[in-house]
């Protein structure tokens, strides 16, 4: 498994994960992205050098992306698990590799109902912190 960094050519899966009905329930922002949107969304996060977007590639094959965005004290982090890859075991492995790959105070920012989220934070080593409208935040500091 290994982490490759987002390209503007890799628009179309990230945006068919993106507004698949799943993920678009769980995520913060949960409405359908237009392919303009997105490919503005994608271009902005390769170019800035404070957020860094990977596709995760296990055997030749998309299973999710990680993303990390990056302040002066902590980065946040977030994931989507491709439709087609839920449920054998990828999310976890996922995260585990970005946390591995990062330093100081990491936060996930989840849904309350968002349980897989859950599970995969915590097998991350991150753990929950408070609650905040519906919200809830994990961390841990490397």
Do not use: C
């Not at 890799?10 to 329930?25: G, H, M, S, V, Y």
């Not at 100081?104 to 609650?131: H, P, V």
């Amino acid at each position: 498994m290994k982490l490759v960094e987002a390209q503007e050519k890799d628009w179309k899966i990230l945006l068919e994960w993106r507004n698949d009905n799943l993920t678009r329930k769980y995520s913060i922002t949960s409405k359908n992205i237009s392919e303009k949107e997105h490919k503005n969304w994608l271009r902005e996060i390769i170019n800035n050098k404070k957020r860094k977007l990977y596709i995760v590639v296990h055997k030749n094959i998309p299973i999710g992306t990680v993303r990390a965005d990056y302040y002066d004290n902590e980065t946040i982090i977030s994931w989507t698990v491709s439709p087609s890859q839920r449920q054998k075991g990828y999310g976890k492995k996922m995260v585990k590799l970005l946390v591995k790959n990062l330093s100081g105070k990491i936060t996930a920012i989840i849904k309350k109902e968002n349980l897989a989220s859950i599970a995969i934070a915590e097998s991350a080593g991150l753990t929950f912190k408070y609650e905040k409208d519906n919200l809830l935040f994990y961390s841990i500091n490397k």
